[in-house]
T-cell receptor, first 113, second 115 residues
Framework: AQTVTQSQPEMSVQEAETVTLSCTYD???????LFWYKQPPSRQMILVIR??????QNATENRFSVNFQKAAKSFSLKISDSQLGDTAMYFC??????????FGGGTRLMVKP | DTAVSQTPKYLVTQMGNDKSIKCEQN?????MYWYKQDSKKFLKIMFS???????INETVPNRFSPKSPDKAHLNLHINSLELGDSAVYFC??????????????FGQGTRLTVV
């Protein structure tokens, strides 16, 4: 079974600054995917970024990028130029071959003006 | 033009009742899921289903059952509701391809309150 750990229950950042959210996971599988999902107060789950484990290059999506360290089983999310709309819960998730996701406990991010 | 839609968005019901939550996806995906998010925001997979296979998380009580009338729908039936069933339930879907699965697309969630 997989486990996903997010060690930061809450974080805050000033608007326009950069913040990094941490995630570690444990698995014995070799073929898997990692995701960051955002859940704003509307409770909709929104995909932020996706990383395939076989890819060495870190994924980027506009202001969002990841630092994927496969040997260390670490998958952190960096948000650059933080915006007020980034305020949300962020969930790290592990996806196996069947794409059944195992989620971390979440990090509540507050972007302050 | 919602990709994954759930109804109802809110459901309040009494202990002991039986209820259903409906889910429909218009993405043409072949796999659908149900997740439960508890009051502490923990998200946990309940079921994974495609036209070939149902995978049940072993921790899910058998009072919960998924029903799929067709590939685009996966409804969640809950019998004999208990207070502890109060949570937000999310439906999701994804598609298998040669490279694996697409990412999961989620519905907007159904907040179930058992009183």
């Amino acid at each position: 079974a997989q486990t996903v750990t997010q060690s930061q229950p809450e974080m805050s950042v000033q608007e326009a600054e950069t913040v990094t959210l941490s995630c570690t996971y444990d698995t014995s599988e070799s073929n898997y995917y990692l995701f960051w999902y955002k859940q704003p107060p509307s409770r909709q789950m929104i995909l932020v970024i996706r990383q395939e484990a076989y890819k060495q290059q870190n994924a980027t999506e506009n202001r969002f990028s990841v630092n994927f360290q496969k040997a260390a089983k670490s998958f952190s999310l960096k948000i650059s130029d933080s915006q007020l709309g980034d305020t949300a819960m962020y969930f790290c998730a592990f996806g196996n071959a069947g794409n059944m996701l195992t989620f971390g406990g979440g990090t509540r991010l507050m972007v302050k003006p | 033009d919602t990709a994954v839609s759930q109804t109802p968005k809110y459901l309040v019901t009494q202990m002991g009742n039986d209820k259903s939550i409906k889910c429909e996806q218009n993405l043409g995906h072949d796999t659908m899921y149900w997740y439960k998010q508890d009051s502490k925001k923990f998200l946990k997979i309940m079921f994974s289903y495609n036209n070939k296979e149902l995978i049940i998380n072993e921790t899910v009580p058998n009072r919960f059952s998924p029903k799929s009338p067709d590939k685009a729908h996966l409804n969640l039936h809950i019998n004999s509701l208990e207070l502890g069933d109060s949570a937000v339930y999310f439906c999701a879907s994804s598609q298998v391809w040669t490279g694996g699965h697409t990412e999961a697309f989620f519905g907007q969630g159904t907040r179930l309150t058992v009183v």
